[in-house]
């Protein structure tokens, strides 16, 4: 099952990637973890990526592409994933579209539909670990332990980008640039809309039904 989410910042990609991910046994990739990895471990695309971020400079679309794709050929994903913060615009959905050719293509792209109101709400509640990343918010989806990281027991803190008016940036950012991909998706047949402005449970209820409906993999234990 491959699947792409879309949906703007806050949304809530991350959060359902990684419950997916447990649910369905197929890695959560986002390309966050795909640079950190090949900088971690040095790999000729992580040096190629290192020269442009070592600038200031933005990683190429091609260069981003090949490193998502090279990990996209690993065998944890044989029986598929969960691509989450990829792709970002036209260039990157036409390139994977081509690369999926024959291999039947992308399954879902899932795009969660949220007001920007409520984007702006929701992220300033938003808080994250800072050492897995694991997502948190104060309006009902918040650790065991205040301040402390559930899965691996990092320190739970609000970042700087979650601000307001930071939020605003970069919610202009994606409707300008990542937004088109839902059309493309919409237009080649491929895009479902789930409601991403319900509860976290709900929503997630609402993926499962939709995986689980066509795909059958899911446990319902």
């Known amino acids: 099952m491959k699947i792409v989410l879309l949906g703007a910042p806050g949304a809530g990609k991350g959060?359902?990637?990684?419950r997916l991910s447990d649910d369905y046994g197929i890695p959560h990739i986002s390309t966050g973890d795909i640079f950190r990895a090949n900088l971690k471990n040095g790999t000729e695309l992580g040096k190629k990526a290192k020269s442009y971020m070592d600038q200031g400079l933005l990683v190429p679309d091609e260069l981003t592409v090949d490193l998502v794709l090279d990990r996209l050929k690993q065998d944890d994903c044989k029986n598929g994933w969960i691509l989450d913060g990829f792709p970002?615009?036209?260039?990157?959905a036409e390139a994977l579209t081509k690369a999926l050719a024959d291999e039947g293509g992308l399954d879902y792209a899932i795009h969660l539909t949220i007001e920007d109101e409520q984007i702006v709400k929701r992220m300033a509640g938003r808080r994250v670990c800072s050492?897995?990343?694991?997502?948190y918010n104060t309006?009902?989806?918040?650790p065991r332990v205040?301040?402390?990281c559930d899965r691996c027991g990092g320190p739970v803190v609000q970042r700087a980008d979650d601000a307001p008016e930071t939020v605003l940036k970069r919610l202009a950012v994606y409707h300008?640039?990542?937004?088109?991909i839902v059309e493309y998706y919409r237009?080649?047949?491929k895009e479902t809309p789930v409601d991403g402005s319900l509860p976290m449970?709900?929503?997630y209820a609402l993926l499962v039904a939709l995986l689980g409906e066509k795909d059958g993999c899911h446990d319902q234990d």
């Open 15 to 18: 959060t359902h990637a990684v």
């Open 88 to 92: 970002r615009n036209l260039f990157q």
């Open 131 to 135: 050492v897995c990343g694991a997502s």
């Open 139 to 142: 309006n009902g989806l918040m």
């Open 146 to 148: 205040d301040g402390v």
């Open 176 to 180: 300008e640039q990542t937004e088109p």
């Open 187 to 189: 237009e080649i047949g």
């Open 201 to 203: 449970d709900e929503t």
